[in-house]
């Protein structure tokens, strides 16, 4: 089964930048989508951004869109997330697993902290 792996989180000012990759042990199927979630202390797991490994989905919600870029590196079976812009709200614990099903174990997370 393919492992995740999340790093390159860490503590940065608001307005900041910070990029984080998703490192697979193989592929997946070329149409699934790898997204990134986050979870905030105390709240739900919820969905990011997510990209199909063939690069031809893409996906963003609002709260993100404009300031995180989502891009994948077939070669490396790695997914980024460039977040810029950073806001006090986006810290959390950002994972990364199938999209809308996240059916793959899921990683430690890699935390994201925005001071204000």
């Known amino acids: 089964q393919v492992q995740l792996v999340e790093s390159g989180g860490g503590l940065v000012q608001a307005g900041g930048s910070l990029r984080l990759s998703c490192a697979a042990s193989?592929?997946?199927?070329?149409?699934?989508?790898i997204g990134w979630f986050r979870q905030a202390p105390g709240k739900e797991r919820k969905f990011v951004a997510g990209?199909?490994?063939?690069?031809?989905?893409?996906y963003y919600v609002e709260s993100v869109k404009g300031r995180f870029t989502i891009s994948r590196d077939n070669a490396r079976n790695t997914v980024y997330l460039q977040m810029n812009s950073l806001k006090p709200e986006d810290t959390a614990v950002y994972y990364c697993n199938l999209y809308p099903t996240p059916s793959l174990p899921w990683g430690q997370g890699t935390q994201v902290t925005v001071s204000s």
């Open positions: 990209i199909m490994w063939s690069g031809t989905r893409i």
């Open positions: 193989g592929r997946t199927d070329s149409s699934d989508v």
